[in-house]
């Protein structure tokens, strides 16, 4: 090969350019833009993570608090339960109960067993009604 037929490759003498330029690029003007609002979005998401931490601790303590006070609220309906049953049992002994318990007794059988009251069970208890009952439960 002849000198004079080869072409010398040199490093070119000017400094490459891109091909947009910088200054008047979209990407320039959005770039802080951009920066801007990831500093932000960081800001933000420590702010909401802290936020919902303390929201955690809150609703773990008032859980607390009302598993307490549910604890207690049982223990004193519990407590009240068996002293009204010890004050039920004590006034039904009491003897002014009893005599009442004894009138009203008697104000029953002279209901049932007086002239309306007689014929009022006739038919509440009639044993025809047994008969009929199946009868119509057959032919239905």
Known sequence: MELSKVA?????TKEPQAVT??????IAISLPTLVVILR??????AGSLSL??????????FSQVVRIFASQVYS???????HAAIL??????????Q???KKIVFELFTL????????LCLVLFWPGWWFLGITWLIIC
């Open 99 to 101: 005599h009442l318990r």
């Open 21 to 26: 330029n910088p200054s008047s690029s979209i």
């Open 40 to 45: 932000c979005q960081r800001v933000l998401a």
């Open 8 to 12: 010398i490759i040199a490093a070119p």
């Open 112 to 119: 049932m067993l007086g002239s309306c009251g007689n014929s």
């Open 52 to 61: 919902h931490t303390k929201i955690i601790w809150f609703v773990w303590q």
């Open 76 to 82: 004193v309906l519990k407590l009240s339960r068996y």
């Open 88 to 97: 039920g049992r004590t006034i039904w002994k009491t003897k002014s109960i």
